[in-house]
């Protein structure tokens, strides 16, 4: 039976910082995953060029049961903490958008990086190994593996959360957890894109491809100004994948599909420059062409015609586009403002799990230290990154949370 200083489980984002921080405090540790590869998720973030921190991190980018929880860790190992890492192996990057930090080649330079910290650090890393048991000792832990036998002082669980098992995504830390008698909230799946009612579904998926500039809210108020997507399923796109994380099963998600202007105001100037254009191409100069036939085939502007509010008949759908705009009267110039601006969708659900970025709730963290990610009631374990229920907004505050978290652990265990 081979004793570590420290065993830390899942060479992900998290712990891999945690490895390599526990390593130059010269302790022993051991860093094992099951999956053949260091980093996976890390590996394919980004579109392959890792996003991986923000220029603007802050705690209220992070949802929690408790929104203080990751003030400290956030504190001690910053961004800019990150940063320098990057900049001391080399690595050009640069800032996509809203402070957004990419690599400018491939995310494989943070893997190694991670890889060589962990190399100079002395830390043991052990791929393909599976967990079978884990037992408390008098002086820690006793883990009984596919590759043999260990005890250690400190046990890091750093397994992450549900979201896309077919990368090697496993409810392991919350079997963990249970054990322990550590209180697990309920997951979810977030960052991810929305699925809509058949009826929905219908309607938009000839839009497949489209995108907008839009602001999506949520019902509990949250907004988030960024593109939207159609896809063939539903909705996705950066605005979708930030407001899931705030959506519940059965509410609306409104859009403002004209973020950028005034409708009214707009709508008034355009009537006075070309006051016999058609409605159909006044929104063709705002809108994509497509998305305004669609909108018009469907019906969906003709909520307030001339018969005062009546539904238009079947072959009368649409009819109101090839009015001139000189012509709508207050009432349709009102309910389109009202349609472009709070266009409400009542989502079916999520893709899940399959394509959510990340898991909501996880590892209670009234359970754990917010300096040091340790189990109140359990010396030695430890739980951090994206098992504990602490979830970022998308644009590298999750793995902003894996090395803060890591970090943290890494400092103590
Ligand atoms: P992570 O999931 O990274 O690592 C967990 C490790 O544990 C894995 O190596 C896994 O193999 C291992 N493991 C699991 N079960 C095990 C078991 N039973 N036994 C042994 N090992 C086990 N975030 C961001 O900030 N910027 C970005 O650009 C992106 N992009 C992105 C793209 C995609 C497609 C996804 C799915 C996610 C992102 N994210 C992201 C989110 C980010 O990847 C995520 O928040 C972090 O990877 C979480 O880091 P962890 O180390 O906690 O878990």
Not at 310 to 318: L, R, T, Y
Not at 323 to 343: G, M, P, R, V
Request: hydrophobic share 35%; with cysteine; charged share 20%.
């Amino acid at each position: 039976m081979k004793h570590q200083d420290v065993i830390v489980i899942g060479a992900g984002a998290a712990g891999l910082m945690c490895a390599l921080t526990a390593g130059y405090r010269g302790r022993d540790v051991l860093l094992i995953d099951n999956a053949k590869q260091l980093g996976r998720k890390i590996l394919i973030s980004g579109g392959g060029r890792c996003n991986f921190t923000n220029l603007g991190i802050e705690p209220s980018a992070y949802l929690c049961q408790n929104p203080h929880f990751c003030k400290s860790a956030l504190a001690r190992y910053t961004q800019w903490d990150f940063i320098a890492m990057v900049e001391r192996h080399g690595i050009d990057y640069h800032e996509k958008t809203l402070g957004q930090l990419f690599c400018d080649d491939s995310a494989k330079k943070i893997v190694e990086m991670l890889r060589t910290e962990c190399e100079w650090a002395g830390v043991t890393t052990q791929l393909r190994t599976d967990i079978t048991s884990i037992q408390t000792t008098s002086s820690g832990y006793q883990l009984q593996t596919s590759q043999g036998e260990y005890t250690c002082e400190s046990l890091v669980i750093a397994t992450g959360g549900l979201s896309m098992p077919k990368l090697g995504a496993t409810p392991f830390g919350y079997q963990v957890a249970e054990q322990f008698n550590v209180s697990v909230l309920s997951t979810s799946a977030a960052l991810v894109p929305f699925t809509l009612q058949v009826a929905d579904k219908t309607k938009f998926e000839c839009l497949s491809g489209i995108a907008l500039p839009v602001v999506a809210r949520a019902e509990c108020g949250k907004s988030f100004k960024e593109a939207l997507l159609f896809t063939h399923r539903g909705l996705s796109g950066p605005s979708v994948l930030q407001i899931s994380s705030y959506w519940k099963p059965g509410q609306a998600v409104s859009f403002n599909l004209l973020p950028e202007q005034d409708f009214m105001t707009w709508l008034s100037d355009i009537i006075k420059a070309s006051p016999k254009l058609t409605l159909k191409n006044a929104l063709c100069r705002i809108f994509p062409k497509r998305f305004v036939e669609r909108l018009l085939e469907l019906g969906e502007l003709d909520g307030v015609g001339e018969k005062g509010g009546q539904a238009v008949s079947e072959n009368d759908k649409g009819a109101i586009g090839t009015k001139s705009i000189n012509q709508l009267s207050k009432a349709e110039q009102t309910f389109l403002y009202d349609y472009f601006t709070d266009w409400k969708v009542y989502p079916n659900g999520t893709e899940g799990y399959r394509t959510a970025e990340v898991t909501l709730g996880g590892i209670d963290t009234d359970a754990l230290s917010s300096k040091t990610m340790e189990v109140k009631t359990q010396k030695g374990l430890y739980f951090i990154g994206e098992v504990v229920d602490v979830s970022g907004w998308l644009g590298g505050y999750n793995f902003q949370w894996a090395w803060s978290s890591g970090y943290a652990t890494g400092q103590v265990c």
